[in-house]
């Protein structure tokens, strides 16, 4: 029996995350058994340029010498003790140093939980309920969020997920990305209602959205003339499109920012940071409660501050978007070598082809994209050697260990794919 099949016996679905599973694009999902650099390679010993890099984390490339070094030394001093380290003080201080409108960090295990323990923290602090998030957007699988999400939960055609009580979908509100009248048309309906606007600077999950000039600004404002906090999620973004993410690349200050994936290294971390003023909100300082026993996890932190000292390198971002931008255009003379007005969309070391040809600049526009197509040519690029996310919903991540032959590896891979399914 195959690992697949055998999985199934023992996990749902044979994955623990559902957009592993290939069910967008179909067939059998490939299982790793290694990586190095930009090289991920199955149980059957194939290899493939990895532009999942573990849905964004891999910023390094995997098993980076220094963050493996890191994570085994720590190990021999022990992976878990339930109490305050050095080691949590020092990612704290650096979270605090490279956000510029982060004072005060809280370290959590995921994504998930740095989103749900956000919104809960903004409702505990505005003393109001209601919440909006942009359709498309997502934001971990925490109830609130679960309401016309992006991901796994577009990919599978549950935006908003049976399990989420209706009392609770209540309290979500939806507007659209790139559409600030939206927003203002729900604070006119839920007066002094709203506790937040929780938003992906770069939507990264209904594939790549980018906010139009104008957009991140007016959120900020349309806050503070409501008295509602501005959440950017920054768990893709953050460390991605800069050392301070996205609110230092758009100079866009957000009340609270969530964050993940980068922060960890590879290892189960989030975060959720702010305002002093707000943050004190929580337990201990204030009423708000929130609590982890594995939240600050010496390994986890280890392989976090061995990351961000890594990236923080003169040059680092330079050298990933030169690469970055070397491989977009080689894709952009491919879609023009062949006559193809398909939707690039990209940022730094950010991409994503949308098989519409239409600007993707909203969830209504994304969805219309060949979603059958986009299989096609996964499955096309994945038996070229090229492993992309098995998801049309879903964004590319280069990574700073991607080395020219790898771009014009993929380059070519990118060209004979197209070549092939049109
Ligand atoms: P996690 O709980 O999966 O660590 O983070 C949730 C999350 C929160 N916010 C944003 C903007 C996110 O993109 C995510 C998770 N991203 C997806 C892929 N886009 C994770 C992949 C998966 O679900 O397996």
Sequence with gaps: MNLFEESKKYIPGGVNSPVRAFGSVGGEPVFISKAKGSKITDVSGKEYVDYVCSW???ILGHSDDDVVKSICEQAKYGCSFGAPTELELKLAKMVVELFPSIELVRMVSSGTEAVMSAIRLARGYTKKDKIIKFEGCYHGH????LVKAGSGALTFNQPSSPGVPTDFAKYTLIAQYNDLESVKK???????EIACVIVEP????MGLVLPEDGFLAGLRKICDENEALLIFDEVITGFRLSEGGAQKYFDIMPDL?????????????GAYGGKKEIMEHISPVGP?????????NPLAMAAGIKTIEKLKEKGFYDNLREKSEYLWEGFADNLKKLGLKFCFNKIESLGCLFFVEENVNSFSVAVKSDTKLYAKFFHEMLKKGVNLAPSQFEAMFVSASHSYNDLDFTIKAHYESLKAIL
């Design 142 to 145: 925490s109830d609130s969020l």
């Design 288 to 296: 708000v409660y929130q609590a982890g026993t594995l939240s600050g």
């Design 257 to 269: 920012t969530t964050l993940g994936k980068i922060l960890g290294g590879g290892l189960p971390v």
């Design 56 to 58: 964004g984390p891999m």
């Design 202 to 205: 770069v939507a990264g999950n």
């Design 186 to 192: 729900l604070f006119v309906e839920n007066k002094n």
